[in-house]
């Protein structure tokens, strides 16, 4: 059975940091690209980071224009896990953020359509105050 547990979210003071993980099992991890969209109150659900396929330790990634400089995604194949770091948070940073998994990802592109995703997670919520 598949599962995509996330982690991390909360409530945090704008300019602060949060790290979002996303446990991934029963998959394969290393050969699925993986995604972390978000979704705020009122608007539709959208990309936030994306990472290729990775067979070592490299793997390409892709960011929306407001979080680049400021969330880092990143992936440890060993732990099965997909990571989102998150700095110098904005107030429309708030959403409930998910993670995603599209099975047989290629090793060299991301995906930003969340029409390319087989798994999705729960959600965590992440809410920044002014």
């Known amino acids: 059975q598949v599962q995509l547990v996330e982690s991390g979210g909360g409530l945090v003071q704008a300019g602060g940091s949060l790290r979002l993980a996303c446990t991934s099992s029963?998959?394969?991890?290393?050969?699925?690209?993986m995604g972390w969209f978000r979704q705020a109150p009122g608007k539709e659900r959208e990309i936030v980071a994306a990472v290729s396929a990775s067979a070592h330790s490299t793997y390409y990634t892709y960011y929306t224009d407001s979080v680049k400089g400021r969330f880092t995604i990143s992936r440890d194949n060993a732990k099965n896990t997909l990571y989102l770091q998150m700095n110098s948070l904005k107030p429309e940073d708030t959403a409930v953020y998910y993670c995603?998994?599209?099975?047989?990802?290629?090793?060299?592109?991301?995906?930003?359509?969340?029409?390319?995703?087989?798994?999705w997670g729960q959600g965590t919520q992440v809410t920044v105050s002014s």
């Open positions: 995603a998994a599209k099975g047989s990802g290629s090793y060299y592109s991301t995906y930003e359509f969340q029409g390319s995703y087989d798994y």
């Open positions: 029963g998959r394969t991890f290393r050969t699925d690209a």
